[in-house]
């Protein structure tokens, strides 16, 4: 018989060109600017910091990891994005430590990829903060980051250690294209935001989270600066410190942030309410980290409230 063939096969019926190590090294390739950014405001220290964290990250997925595989690009993704949350100059092998103690931690140790509850990279960079506090809070000076000769720094304070601490603002230009200390990451607003707009329109996030987490942050802080002019406006607080970074980049990751979209926005205005409420009356000038990694622990209930309901049942199914 003559005519087109036909096969009966079982779903699914329709393959994806994408893969996991596709999604995975095409964020890796947004990411370059931003780290050829940093490079160009910290000089060479920068590159050697976020190298560290990313051989740190590499190895252990390397050594320990299922099948010792570290193609599909999800190692270095969480080494490159430690390293950027790090400030220039910081010792190596301290960034090599935090690299991997963030995968060993926070994603071998939970089954490998897929199953980590945590961001890893901010866990990586929150045993930093514990373990080394001093290292982690020198922060040099743009254009003065030590070389490969280790040349002494200059160092100061961040735009959100001024405002708190000192009541002392910074202009939207600089913080927009990253002319201030602060870590590695916030070296330009917009380069995270174009390299953002790409992934979201390849669908590789859900914008739904970051554009919460910015609207949030930028209707609280409005409202308060509207009751006491003290406290500093949207501007400032949408994109000064890693929130642009940790918005676009480490909220967004698709094992450790709700799978339904409603769960999407609630998560991402969780985070955006408890930065605000962190870096206003927290002991410390900055809150991304901890807000993220305080929402991932939430994500499990907040898939649970957030689940479709199934075909022909009620609002609740039994389990």
């Known amino acids: 018989m003559n005519g087109p063939r036909f096969d009966l096969t079982a779903s699914p019926h329709i393959k994806a060109p994408d893969s996991t190590p596709r999604i995975m090294w095409t964020v890796v390739a947004t ?3 931003v780290i050829a950014a940093s490079t160009w405001f910290f000089g060479v220290s920068a590159l050697l ?86 290292a982690l809070t020198t922060w040099p000076e743009p254009g003065q980051g030590p070389g490969l000769l280790g040349v002494d720094a200059v160092t100061g304070a961040t735009p959100l250690g001024l405002m708190k601490f000192e009541a002392v603002g910074t ?20 380069l995270i935001l174009l390299g953002g707009a790409y992934l979201a329109y390849k669908s590789y996030l859900n914008w739904r989270i970051p554009v919460s987490i910015l609207a949030v942050v930028a209707l609280l802080s409005s409202a308060l600066h509207a009751i006491d002019p003290a406290f500093p406006g ?34 991402g205005a969780g985070i955006g309410a408890l930065v605000v409420l962190i870096r206003l009356w927290g002991g410390l000038p900055e809150g991304v980290m901890y807000a993220i990694l305080l929402m991932n622990a939430l994500v499990p209930f907040i898939d649970r409230a957030t689940r479709p309901r199934v075909f022909g049942t009620g609002r609740r199914v039994a389990t």
């Open 31 to 33: 990411l370059v600017p």
């Open 49 to 134: 910091v976020i190298a560290a964290a990313t051989l740190g990250a590499l190895s252990v997925e390397r050594l320990l990891g299922h099948g010792g595989s570290t193609a599909d690009g999800s190692a270095a993704i969480t080494g490159l994005l430690l390293g950027l949350t790090l400030p220039a100059g910081m010792p190596l092998w301290m960034a090599f430590i935090g690299g991997a103690f963030g995968i060993g931690f926070g994603k071998l140790i939970f089954g490998g990829l897929g199953q980590n509850v945590f961001n890893p990279a901010l866990l990586g960079r929150a045993f930093l903060q514990a373990a080394f506090p001093m």
């Open 171 to 190: 202009p939207i230009g600089e913080l927009l294209v990253g002319g201030t200390g602060g870590s590695l990451g916030e070296t330009s607003a917009l």
């Open 234 to 267: 949207a501007p400032f607080m949408l994109f000064s410190g890693g929130l642009m970074l940790g918005a676009v980049y480490m909220a967004t990751d698709m094992v450790t942030s709700p799978v339904t979209n409603r769960g999407a926005w609630i998560f």
